[in-house]
Structure formats: C-alpha cells, structure tokens
C-alpha cells in the first residue's frame, strides 16, 4: 500500500500513525526524485529535508501554523504535501508549479522566497502580528547554514532575542561543521531540553530564585546558558536571545516529531531554535555521491544519475568570463576574483583552481562583497566582483556608498543579465542597468556576444580610476571567434553593425542577434534599417547617437531591461538636445511593467516583445504613426 496516494494535504497525513511516517517519507523521496528527474530543478536540498518536511506538517496545524521555508528551493516535498501533488510534474515549467514558494500558488506558502535569509525576519513579522491580533498559532521558520552567513539573519535573530517573541527556527545544517556528531546523549539531553519537564523546572527555580538578589539571579541564568552550551554547542545562539536545541538527528522521522512536539509546546516565552542535521542528496546516491549534492540539475536518468545537458558547440559566457579573467591574472598578480556563495555559477571556481589565493568567496552575503571589494581596491588591487544581476539587488547600498562615492575601481561581472526561464522572476536580471547607470561616474557595459564580452573584459581591467560593470546573459554564446586579451573597447563608443536609411534601431546588450534576424524580416518589406551596437549605457555615446537621430525617420532603443535604463538615457539626451522638437518618432523597448513568470526563454522573451517578430511590429507601426505638431497662434 502506497501511503502518499491518500496524501493531498497536510491533515491527511496528521491522521497516520507516527510509525508510518518513515514509509511516508521514503514514497515522498522516491515522487521528488522522479518528478524532478522529469522537469529538472533543485533536487538535493530537497532530498534532504524530506523527513524535516514530513515532521514538520504531522507536529504543526499547518496552514493555519505558518510555516517559511527560506530560499525555497528546498520547498518539493513541502508542495507535494500541501495540495500540489498532481502539479509537481509541471514544476519550472510555463503556466506550473514555482521552482520556489510562492504566496499566490498556495495558502501554505504564507511567504514568497528565492533569495535567502529572509525567513526569521518574516516569521518574526508574523509572530508580531499574531501577538497583536490575540492569534496562539505558531510561527516556524526553516533556515539553511549557508542563509545563515547572511547578515539579515542575524538581524532578524537579534531583533527576536530582545522582543522575546513566540517564534521558532529550525536551523536545517547540511554542510557546516558547527556542532559535533549527533549521538546518543545529544539525542538524549535534546529531547530533555524541550521537555515540559525540564521547561516547568526552570519555572520552578525562577520563581524560587526571584527574591534573591539580582546579582545572584543573573549567575544563575549565566550557570543555565553555560551547561546547556557545554552539552549542546548554543551559546552563540543563547546571546542572541534564543533558546537553543539541538544537534538533532534531521533523518529520524519519529524524533523529529518527538522534539518538535516538545518546542510545539513549550511554555518558553521567546524564540527557539532547534538545530536539525541533514545530509543534502540523502537517499540518492548520484546526488550524496557527487560534489554538489545535486543542488541544480537538468533532466537526468533516475537509474544512473546522468544529467541530460543540452548539446551546445559553443561555451557558456559564464565560461567565457572565467577563462578571460584567468588570461589576465596570469600577468597581473593585482587581479582577485569575489563572488558570494555562487563559485560554480558565476565560473570563480575555475578560477579559483588557477589562483586559490587569489579568489573569495564570501558565502551568501553581498553586501559584505560589495564592500570588501571597495577595501581591496583602496589599496590598489583589482577586484571582480562576479554577482549574478539579481543578487547584487542585496548590496545596492554598497555599490552607491562604499564603491560609486569613492569612485574605486571595482569590476562587477553581472551574470545571469536579462530573462532567465525556468528560474522566474526572482531571479531575472531585469534592474541592473536602471540602477547602475543612474549613478555618477559609473560604466556600465552590455556585451551583445560571447566576443564582445571578452572585450568587455579587458577594458574593465584597464579601468583604474571608476566602478565599471559588463552584463552578459545565462546560456551559450553564438559561436562567433574571440578576440585577443589585448583588445579593448573605447570607453562610451558604440559599433555600427549595419547601414540603411528611416529606421535606427540600437541596441544594448544582448538582444542584437534578434535585431538582426528582424532586420532581414524587414528586408523583405523594403526596408533596411541602421543597426547599431551601443556597447555603454554609461557614458553614452552621444556623438554617434546624436548622427542617427539626426539622419533617420525612426530610433528604436532595445534592451533586456526595466524602465529607467539604457532608452531612458538616450531619450533624456534626445530632449535635452532638443532632437525630438525635430519629429523624430523615438520608441524605446524594454521588459513590460510586470514580473515574468518562469517559462523558457523564448516564450518570455516573446511575452516581453523583445524577440525579432516583435521588433518587426514595433519598426512598422512607429513608420505609420503621424507626428501632429501644435499650430501656432
């Protein structure tokens, strides 16, 4: 009998006896394993949890017990158990599930996340708001050791510890060595910390000790929290406000419920945090055997674990950017690479293999990055700070504070720049040339391809005097030649791809090839437009962009970016120069308004208008729209 066939939701599951939950929790593996087998994903974070998830929803009245799971990409087997069990073969596809929570998927999602640390921060919020509304449900975070090098976690703990809010953490630890091995008596004293017991002695000795002096009260509570550390490794966690729990066996379904019950029902009057040991991949072995613990696949076969990659000629631009900057440490001991938990994506590993002493990571924290990178360059080194688009969101102070003011010379290599498919919105790249280029003195590149990304590169490296960024997408490039390290771009000079009359179209990053493939459809219509690569969305090139306004029809700006970038830019010269007083009919395409869910890159670039037919429309009907001047009086 296959216990999760009768499972759609967390009360199903409330009503099986807790022996069962172990056979629950094998089917649960056996489904994410498939599923994501089939749509690809984020599988050992989920492998890990699996039991933490099913203990979790049998011990808490969940959704009405709101229960936050950090990042989120750990989520699976918490959707396969709240109502989404039949949609999890949709999952990161267009028009299905999130790869991530999402509060407008499910009522058990009460918090959208896929960037981390956010979760103690909210649940506290929530614990507040339960507190002021006379609500007795409980709060529960789930947090990863890696969210916790965050400085917002231990933001939100601190600000726990001194309102001594009903909140509970569960700090799931899969990776750092930051307690020893769980045993028998760590099991032991776990389970008699959380007691009612244990919590009603300490009651007890309060009440006893409460009319000694304050003196002696305050050794007592000292003699408490330093026996508790001795036995169980809290103390950081203690000074921080919280009673600390744990190690515990995050693999033992059945003392997990036994523990969590206890903290469920506790008397303590403040936050708790029990620390939960899991192993990422647990119960697959491709993914416990491999280094990455499976984090982030592609379709793979369950029997062998082969990933199903998709078959490209030509290298990713992460690559790209890793080999180019190899090339230049090579000869210039001041360049260090920076990144902030991400070594493999963002290509700082490779980098990392040639210069070990040269490469950072930082873990999860960017706007320690930001600002490390500042100190570096102070004292006259190179930084590259190589931050995909969307996380360097976090450290945006950071980049106008302690990098732009100053004006130092750090380089920020943007990866994952435009739409990214089946990640979403949480992840797109959608800001970066709107908030970089608002700011002084700041060059901010966008490479069309894999060469001019090289380009970029090198100039970056020849900047000593100003920030300076270049963005480039997720994926491959187009199989064009790379140039030298030697070849540098003039800074704020854009290329002219292609000559024609009426119709300009420039562009800036990595849209290019679609204009081009648009011009071809506008060939056949007997039109040629002028292409242009602009290459800077700061400083513009204003010379070149003044001549094609002046000699065309029609100037179409294209970028994969929001409002308030690189069109916006050009358009605010084109007042100031007084261009469009002439009747230049000006277009500036851009990511619409909203946030784009996940889908392949193509539907979403369609969905966006910034694919080649979408050019087409845009080139046609700003030609027959009419310029109507005001008469004058």
């Not at 960037?115 to 947090?143: F, P, Y």
């Not at 491959?476 to 030298?484: A, V, Y």
């Amino acid at each position: 009998m296959n216990l999760l066939d009768n499972i759609n939701f967390p009360k199903d599951l409330r009503a099986l006896k807790k022996k069962d939950l172990k056979q629950v929790s094998k089917e649960l593996r056996e489904k994410l394993i498939d599923a994501v087998s089939k749509t690809g994903g984020h599988l050992g974070a989920g492998l890990g949890v699996v039991e933490l998830t099913v203990a979790l929803h049998y011990v808490f009245d969940t959704p009405r017990d709101k229960l936050v799971w950090d990042v989120g990409h750990q989520a699976y087997p918490h959707k396969i158990l709240t109502g989404r069990k039949d949609k999890i073969y949709t999952l990161r596809q267009g028009n299905g599930l999130s790869g991530f929570t999402k509060r407008s998927e499910s009522e058990y999602d009460p918090f959208g996340a896929a960037h981390s640390s956010t979760s103690i921060s909210s649940t506290l919020g929530m614990a507040v708001a339960k507190k002021l509304s006379n609500d007795k449900n409980q709060v529960v975070a789930v947090i990863g050791d890696g969210a916790m090098s965050a400085g917002m976690a231990y933001e939100a703990m601190n600000n726990a510890g001194a309102l001594k809010s009903k909140l509970i953490v569960i700090l799931n630890d899969n990776e750092m060595s930051i307690a020893r091995p769980v045993g028998a008596m760590s099991r032991y004293l776990s389970k008699l910390l959380t007691g009612r017991l244990y919590f009603s002695l300490r009651e007890t000795i309060k009440m006893i000790i409460s009319s000694f002096s304050k003196r002696f009260m305050k050794k007592a509570a000292k003699a408490e929290d330093f026996l508790r550390g001795i036995v169980s490794g809290g103390t950081l966690f203690s000074e921080l406000g919280f009673y600390y729990v744990g190690p515990v066996d995050g693999h033992d379904v059945e003392y997990l419920v036994e523990i969590l019950e206890n903290v469920k029902n506790s008397k303590h009057q403040g936050p708790i945090l029990v620390h939960v040991i899991t192993q990422k991949g647990k119960g697959y072995d491709p993914a416990e055997q491999s280094g990455d613990k499976y984090h982030g696949v592609t379709k793979f076969n369950i029997n062998t674990g082969e990933q199903k990659k998709s078959a490209s000629n030509t290298p990713s631009y992460t690559k790209v950017f890793a080999e180019t900057l190899i090339k230049h440490a090579q000869n210039d001991t001041k360049i260090v690479g920076i990144t902030a938990a991400m070594p493999s994506g963002t290509g700082m590993d490779l980098f990392q293999k040639k210069f070990p002493d040269r490469m950072f990571d930082v873990g999860i924290a960017e706007q320690h990055a930001v600002t490390f990178a500042a100190g570096l360059a102070t004292e006259g080194f190179k930084p590259f700070a190589a931050i995909y688009s969307t996380f360097l969101q976090r450290a945006y102070d950071q980049v106008v504070h302690d990098v732009a003011i100053q004006s130092l010379p750090v380089r920020f290599a943007i990866d994952r720049a435009g739409l990214v498919g089946a990640d979403g919105a949480t992840h797109a790249g959608s800001f970066d040339i709107t908030y970089l280029s608002t700011l002084p003195n700041f060059v901010v590149m966008g490479a069309s391809d894999e060469a001019e990304l090289v380009k970029m590169i090198n100039t970056s490296v020849k900047i000593n005097d100003r920030p300076s960024a270049f963005r480039y997408p997720r994926g491959n490039g187009i199989g064009i030649e790379l140039p030298t390290i030697d070849e540098v771009l003039e800074i704020g000079k854009g290329r002219t791809i292609q000559e024609g009359k009426n119709v300009a179209i420039i562009n800036f990053g990595g849209r290019l090839n679609e204009c081009i493939i648009a011009s071809e459809k506008l060939k056949s219509k007997g039109i040629k437009p002028t292409i242009i690569d602009a290459r800077f969305a700061k400083p513009l090139d204003e010379k070149l962009i003044g001549e094609v306004a002046s000699s065309h029809e029609v100037v179409i700006t294209i970028e994969e970016g929001s409002i308030g970038g690189f069109g916006s830019h050009v358009s605010q010269y084109l007042f100031n120069k007084g261009i469009l007083d002439r009747g230049l009919k000006f277009r500036s395409m851009i990511l619409p308004d909203i946030f784009i869910d996940q889908d392949t890159p193509e539907n979403m670039y369609k969905l966006a208008g910034l694919d080649a037919d979408s050019i087409v429309k845009k080139v046609l009907e700003t030609l027959e729209a009419k310029v109507i001047f005001a008469k004058k009086s």
